[in-house]
């Protein structure tokens, strides 16, 4: 029994021997064949690299040139000899300025603020000039592109924008910058800037003006000795987006200019304009200002086809027309600057509102000389008639020489009885009264007329005296 256990003990051993030993053969066989395929012969590994081209010849991705970042010797600090030079100065310090182009992308004129007296403008800032010390050798004369970490190590122009309230670089997702180098040295430094400045407008045409606006771009620290700032390309420097516009301007031009500018402590300095044109568009305000204003001037000559002595209804007319004329001056002015000269719309609205104003004057005017005549009139008709009021007749010498026909004639009065003489004093002191009755009376119907005669004129002269002022302003202003 033993010798049976002993002999099944030989037998697993042996196999397991076995089995080692083919598994280490294996291992070692094929550690072999892969340092005969990496290390075969030049032929067998082109026929094996054409044989794998043939069939991976439609993935572009196998065609990329060898990544030459995962050698340490081809960092970007290595490679441009960032360490091995002074960053802090100029290119060429000491010697003539170095020139630096510039062009300019407008992407969006964000808005113009007339209260503020400023506009928003987001572009692309692109910088163009040679530094030596960053020229790197290169067989195939590509360029280098970076991003703004970069940036932070070289030299770069110092521009900033001249009269800016805020500006900032963008940042989502990440800084935008781009710093491209060639082999030679030639660097172009790009940003997407979005920046608020100042804008000197001039309202005395408002709303029927146009405003040209300027964005500034200088150096800060670089005077014309050290860095010669100029557009690369002249005017065609300036681009714009032609989806670019605006609710209330036209933008008619961009253009650029290039002027010195002086300051008395550091010196001269190169700056860079970008200039554009904007004309206001007319439409908005002839709808909100002046069709209301020229309605309610329209409203108040209502008033003189209305009866004089229609006191209710003239008058709340003519406080109305007068209050709305004062609500849209008061929201014209609102959105204004309150700026110390006339504008074109104070000039329309305020003559209108004394359009306005003045029909209110000119009803006072017919109520007033309506309840004077009326006075009058009631004094007169309430008078009594008694004979001291007669004036006195002249003593007369009547004869016997007439008839009844004379006496009827002079009164139609004849008495029976009495003293003849006295009966024809009597009758010429009332014909004289009656007279003077008669003339009063003519005087009053004529100041009646003339009440009414003037709001007949009022109808023409108002509406004649607003066309013509509309025609003058119409033709000065537009």
């Given at each position: 029994?033993?010798?049976?256990?002993?002999?099944?003990?030989?037998?697993?051993?042996?196999?397991?021997?076995?089995?080692?030993?083919?598994?280490c053969r294996t291992h070692r066989q094929g550690k072999e064949i892969?340092?005969?395929?990496?290390?075969?012969?030049?032929?067998?590994?082109?026929?094996?690299?054409?044989?794998?081209?043939?069939?991976?010849?439609?993935?572009?991705?196998?065609?990329?040139?060898?990544?030459?970042?995962?050698?340490?010797?081809?960092?970007?600090?290595?490679?441009?000899r960032i360490d091995d030079h002074d960053f802090s100065m100029r290119?060429?310090?000491?010697?003539?300025?170095?020139?630096?182009?510039?062009?300019?992308?407008?992407?969006?004129?964000?808005?113009?603020?007339?209260?503020?007296?400023?506009?928003?403008?987001?572009?692309?800032?692109?910088?163009?000039?040679?530094?030596?010390?960053?020229?790197?050798?290169?067989?195939?004369?590509?360029?280098?592109?970076?991003?703004?970490?970069?940036?932070?190590?070289?030299?770069?122009?110092?521009?900033?924008?001249?009269?800016?309230?805020?500006?900032?670089?963008?940042?989502?997702?990440?800084?935008?910058?781009?710093?491209?180098?060639?082999?030679?040295?030639?660097?172009?430094?790009?940003?997407?800037?979005?920046?608020?400045?100042?804008?000197?407008?001039?309202?005395?045409?408002?709303?029927?003006?146009?405003?040209?606006?300027?964005?500034?771009?200088?150096?800060?620290?670089?005077?014309?000795?050290?860095?010669?700032?100029?557009?690369?390309?002249?005017?065609?420097?300036?681009?714009?987006?032609?989806?670019?516009?605006?609710?209330?301007?036209?933008?008619?031009?961009?253009?650029?200019?290039?002027?010195?500018?002086?300051?008395?402590?550091?010196?001269?300095?190169?700056?860079?304009?970008?200039?554009?044109?904007?004309?206001?568009?007319?439409?908005?305000?002839?709808?909100?200002?002046?069709?209301?204003?020229?309605?309610?001037?329209?409203?108040?000559?209502?008033?003189?086809?209305?009866?004089?002595?229609?006191?209710?209804?003239?008058?709340?007319?003519?406080?109305?027309?007068?209050?709305?004329?004062?609500?849209?001056?008061?929201?014209?002015?609102?959105?204004?600057?309150?700026?110390?000269?006339?504008?074109?719309?104070?000039?329309?609205?305020?003559?209108?509102?004394?359009?306005?104003?003045?029909?209110?004057?000119?009803?006072?005017?017919?109520?007033?000389?309506?309840?004077?005549?009326?006075?009058?009139?009631?004094?007169?008709?309430?008078?009594?008639?008694?004979?001291?009021?007669?004036?006195?007749?002249?003593?007369?010498?009547?004869?016997?020489?007439?008839?009844?026909?004379?006496?009827?004639?002079?009164?139609?009065?004849?008495?029976?009885?009495?003293?003849?003489?006295?009966?024809?004093?009597?009758?010429?002191?009332?014909?004289?009264?009656?007279?003077?009755?008669?003339?009063?009376?003519?005087?009053?119907?004529?100041?009646?007329?003339?009440?009414?005669?003037?709001?007949?004129?009022?109808?023409?002269?108002?509406?004649?005296?607003?066309?013509?002022?509309?025609?003058?302003?119409?033709?000065?202003?537009?």
């Open positions: 029994m033993l010798t049976v256990h002993k002999m099944y003990f030989s037998i697993f051993i042996l196999l397991w021997g076995w089995i080692l030993s083919t598994e892969h340092e005969v395929y990496k290390k075969g012969s030049r032929p067998q590994r082109q026929r094996r690299e054409a044989h794998g081209e043939g069939h991976k010849q439609g993935s572009p991705i196998l065609k990329r040139s060898p990544d030459i970042t995962k050698s340490p010797l081809t960092k970007s600090e290595q490679l441009l290119p060429g310090f000491g010697g003539p300025a170095i020139p630096v182009g510039v062009d300019v992308q407008v992407e969006s004129l964000d808005s113009i603020s007339e209260v503020d007296m400023d506009f928003t403008m987001t572009l692309y800032l692109r910088h163009y000039w040679k530094d030596e010390r960053l020229s790197f050798p290169s067989t195939n004369n590509q360029s280098m592109t970076f991003d703004g970490r970069l940036v932070k190590k070289i030299w770069v122009p110092d521009m900033f924008f001249v009269h800016s309230k805020r500006s900032f670089i963008h940042d989502t997702t990440t800084d935008n910058v781009m710093l491209r180098v060639q082999p030679d040295g030639k660097v172009l430094y790009s940003l997407r800037v979005t920046v608020t400045a100042m804008c000197n407008m001039d309202f005395s045409r408002f709303p029927l003006d146009t405003q040209t606006c300027s964005l500034e771009i200088e150096s800060y620290a670089y005077t014309e000795d050290d860095l010669m700032l100029y557009w690369k390309n002249g005017n065609d420097s300036l681009k714009t987006d032609e989806r670019i516009s605006l609710s209330q301007f036209l933008i008619q031009e961009f253009h650029t200019t290039t002027k010195l500018a002086f300051y008395s402590s550091t010196g001269w300095y190169n700056r860079l304009y970008i200039n554009f044109t904007l004309r206001r568009h007319i439409f908005f305000f002839l709808l909100q200002t002046y069709f209301p204003a020229t309605l309610m001037v329209m409203l108040s000559w209502v008033s003189f086809w209305i009866d004089r002595r229609a006191v209710p209804a003239r008058v709340p007319l003519g406080i109305t027309t007068v209050l709305t004329m004062s609500t849209i001056i008061t929201g014209v002015n609102a959105s204004m600057p309150r700026v110390s000269y006339i504008k074109a719309v104070d000039i329309y609205l305020w003559v209108s509102f004394v359009f306005v104003f003045l029909s209110v004057l000119e009803y006072a005017a017919v109520n007033y000389l309506t309840t004077v005549q009326e006075r009058k009139e009631r004094k007169l008709r309430d008078k009594p008639a008694c004979a001291c009021s007669l004036p006195q007749p002249r003593p007369m010498m009547v004869d016997g020489s007439y008839n009844d026909g004379d006496v009827n004639e002079l009164g139609h009065f004849m008495a029976e009885d009495g003293d003849k003489q006295e009966r024809m004093m009597v009758q010429l002191a009332l014909g004289s009264e009656r007279g003077s009755a008669r003339r009063k009376n003519q005087r009053y119907v004529s100041m009646r007329i003339d009440t009414h005669a003037i709001d007949k004129y009022s109808r023409i002269i108002f509406p004649g005296a607003y066309i013509l002022f509309n025609l003058i302003y119409w033709s000065i202003f537009s």
